[in-house]
Structure formats: C-alpha cells, structure tokens
C-alpha cells in the first residue's frame, strides 16, 4: 500500500486502553509461569487424579485467578500478546510488518534516510513502531523514526490532520523535544526526531535502557527508588511550564506519563505532540475514565500528572488510584500535590489547574534558566480545527464515564440484591407472606364453614 493511499473503507479504529476481561471455558497446558520477570500465580499441575472433578473445578479457579492478575494489571492488560490472546479477531494483524510497509514507501520519496534498525517493543501501543535511523551523508548521527496508526479519538479533517502534523517541526520550546521531520497520510503519521542515548525520565527513574523492550524495562524493576527532592521539583516545574503553554495555544495533549518526557542533561522535554492529533487514546485512559469531573483535556492532563508525580517520588506507579493514603515521601509538599491529584477528593471533585499547581510550594520557589523563546505558530484555522476536534475527544471521554457510572451502578444494585443478608430478608418477607396467606386462607375457610351452618339451621 502506497504511503499516501487512503485507509480502507470501514475501517475500525479500536481503543486499545479498554481492559479485556477473561472468563475460562476449556484449558490448556502452559509452559512457562512467569510473564516479564513477574511471578504470577499459576496453580501447581498434578499428576495423578488430575481429571478428579474437584480437583479440575480448583485450578479452574487458580487459572481464572492467574488471568485477572495478568488483565488488572495496567502494563501487562496493553500487552499486544495479551490483546491477541484474547482478542484474536481484533488484534489479528502483525502491526510491525504495516509499519515497515508504509516507512518503504515513505523512503522511496525521501532517499536521503536510512533505517539502522527496528527498535522492538521499546513502546506499550501496539499500533505504533519504531526504528533506528540515519542521514546518509552523516552516517554516525542516531535518529528515531516512529510511526502510528490512527486511533478512535481522530476527529480533525485528513486535511487538517496532515497540516498540523507537518506543523510540529515548527515548534520550537525549551521543554518540547524538537521533530527533526514529520508527515502524515490519511490513515497514518511518521515522525524523525534524534535518538537520546540517555532515554527517557522512565528509563531513569527505572534505571533502565532505552532500547530494551517496554515489558523488560518497566514490568518488574530490580530496584524501586525515587528521585531526589531537587529532581522533583525541578523536572515538575519544568513539565508543568510546557503543559501550560500548550494549554494556552489550545493544543490538545492527555498523553503525559513518564515514558513521554525526554531526558536531555537537566531537562525535561515533552515527547509525542501528535498523539492527539491521530486520535490515540491516554496510557491512564482506564483510570480517569472512572472519574466524572475528569472530563477534560487540561484536568486529564493535570491527573497524568498525578501519576508521573508518584512515580517520581516513590519509583513505582502507584497500586491503585485513588490513592488512599501516600507514603512518606521527601518533602510534605510534595503529598499535597498528589493529594490535588490523586486522592479521592480529587477525583470526585476535580482537578486543580496547571496555574494552581505552578503556585504551590513544591514548584512556586524553582528558579527555571532558560533563554530560548516559545514559538509555534498555529494558523487561526487549525486553531479552530484543534478546538473542535477536542470538543469531540472530550465528549467521546464523558459518554465513555456515563456508561461506567450507570454499569457500576447496575453492578451494586445486583450485588446488593444477591448478598447473604438481602437473600435472608427476602426468606423471611416470604415466610411472613405465606404465614399471612395461610392465616387468610384459614380466616375465610372458617367464615364460610360458619355461613354454611347458619344457613341450615335457619332453614
């Protein structure tokens, strides 16, 4: 397929963040325990009386165990292995080979790049690729080539689409990591940008390698430490600056996590700008979709932040959201940011703004030094477009947060309606309903027996 062919006609463009439940039918035998270094909670084989009936109906429940372990947790459920696990129709496709035919066809236009080599699994989206790259004439110099397919959140015209993603070269800001190249078609974008040896500020809070594989470098760290306090402060205050800028222009981001902040010295940069203009959906999509009052771009993006605080602070995302309670951390003000973020407060209140959160104390004190001038100049019809567009995103994300509140609410009304003690009243509501019956029954049995023999005595 041409790299300026059009999608094909009805093409679906699935959510890949919406958690895939299992529940198990028949089984199968498996070699191996463990899943990206986890240990995972496979119940032990037997080899005699292995077809004993209670025997089969318990490690139906370990296996049913093991796979809500995998599916609830949030690296492991965007797994493409697990999509096409239990997925296949959807997640049938091998991504990697449409990636390397459309990036062909891009080089038949562009002579001038060379792939080095396919970066493998070094991202979570299973429809987005990478690969090494370098300019001919400058053999030594290391770029990275990504390239996406389009997701269910892309509303802008293929017109709009492709002028602003040719537009992000442009943008020029002390915390945004620069596109070298970028273009798009109408099904698919491919953008170059210089290949950091150093990764990103995942790869250093985990301590990890930039070119190893997602699941490798972040599922199961060997050691869980955060950053310095200054760290924190200052990479924060650094991310948040470039948030609000963005917010200003009218730019929509909602892809904030630490896998998309570049590490260049003590820098922060902002990674993958394009990711709202192809319509992919948020790594945190499955948290904040729970929440009603995060039905926003800014405050989803100030809730990402949340995450990317915590991880920052404690080196591990945390366990569950809301957080409940934090662990002591470096500085009390810190606490307080999550707390504006992730608590259930939060949550069921709504965020702060990106304002709000530069005027606390963890951020209000750090002196930034840079002398390089914001630009990036959107013309006043893709201003319009952009606006539009997130308009659209946000009322997908809150028809989205309906549907869950009113399944959640079904789910409790039938969990109620099924527990011990509702089962138990209901026993006795039917006990004293047939006692009352029976006393009825017996009441106007003995009025007629009565009637019967006032009759005949009077004849």
Not at 114 to 142: A, T
Not at 280 to 297: A, E, H, M, V
Not at 400 to 428: D, F, N, Y
């Amino acid at each position: 397929m041409a790299f300026m062919e059009k999608p094909p006609a009805g093409k679906v463009l699935l959510d890949d963040t919406v958690p895939l439940t299992a529940a198990i039918e028949a089984s199968q035998s498996l070699q191996s325990h463990t899943i990206a270094g986890l240990s995972l909670p496979l119940p032990p084989k037997k080899l005699i009386g292995n077809m004993d009936r209670e025997f089969i109906a318990e490690r139906q429940k370990g296996l049913q165990n093991y796979l809500n372990v995998i599916t609830t947790n949030h690296i492991l459920s965007n797994c493409e292995l697990v999509k096409k696990f239990l997925d296949p129709n959807n997640y049938s496709a091998n991504y990697t080979e449409i990636a390397l035919q459309q990036v062909s066809m891009f080089f038949r236009s562009e002579p001038k790049w060379e792939v080095v080599e396919p970066l493998k699994d070094i991202g979570w989206r299973i429809r987005k690729k990478y690969f090494l790259m370098k300019i001919k004439n400058q053999p030594k110099e290391r770029l990275v080539l990504s390239w996406a397919d389009l997701g269910p959140d892309k509303y802008l015209s293929d017109k709009d689409f492709q002028c602003l993603i040719k537009l992000l070269p442009s943008c020029f800001h002390p915390y945004i990591y620069r596109v070298t190249f970028a273009t798009a078609n109408e099904s698919s974008a491919l953008l170059i940008r210089m290949f950091n040896e150093k990764g990103t500020l995942k790869d250093l809070i985990y301590k990890s390698k930039p070119k190893d594989p997602f699941l490798k470098k972040y599922c199961n760290p060997k050691k869980i430490q955060g950053l310095e306090l200054q760290q924190i402060k200052t990479y924060g205050r650094q991310i948040l600056e470039v948030l609000k800028f963005l917010h200003d222009k009218g730019f929509p981001y909602g892809h904030l996590h630490a896998s998309n902040v570049m590490l260049d010295g003590d820098t922060c940069r902002l990674l993958d700008l394009e990711n709202s203009l192809l319509g992919l959906p948020s790594l945190y999509r499955s948290y904040f979709s729970q929440f009603r009052k995060i039905n926003t771009l800014e405050s989803v993006d100030v809730h990402c932040f949340g995450h990317l605080l915590y991880e920052m602070t404690y080196g591990r995302p945390p366990d569950s959201v809301p957080v409940d309670s934090f662990p002591p951390a470096p500085s009390m003000a810190v606490v307080a940011v999550l707390e504006s973020t992730l608590s259930c407060e939060a949550c069921k209140n709504g965020m702060p703004t990106v304002s709000r959160l530069l005027q606390m104390p963890l951020f209000s004190d750090v002196l930034l030094t840079t002398s390089e001038k914001p630009q990036f100049k959107i013309p006043t019809k893709l201003k319009e477009a952009l606006r539009i567009a997130k308009e659209c995103i946000e009322k997908r994300l809150i028809e989205e947060q309906k549907q869950i509140h009113q399944h959640r609410r079904l789910t409790r009304a039938q969990s109620h309606h099924g527990s011990e003690e509702e089962r138990k009243k209901r026993k006795i509501l039917a006990r004293k309903k047939s006692k009352r019956s029976a006393l009825e029954n017996s009441e106007e049995h003995s009025a007629k027996y009565n009637n019967s023999n006032n009759s005949g005595n009077w004849l």
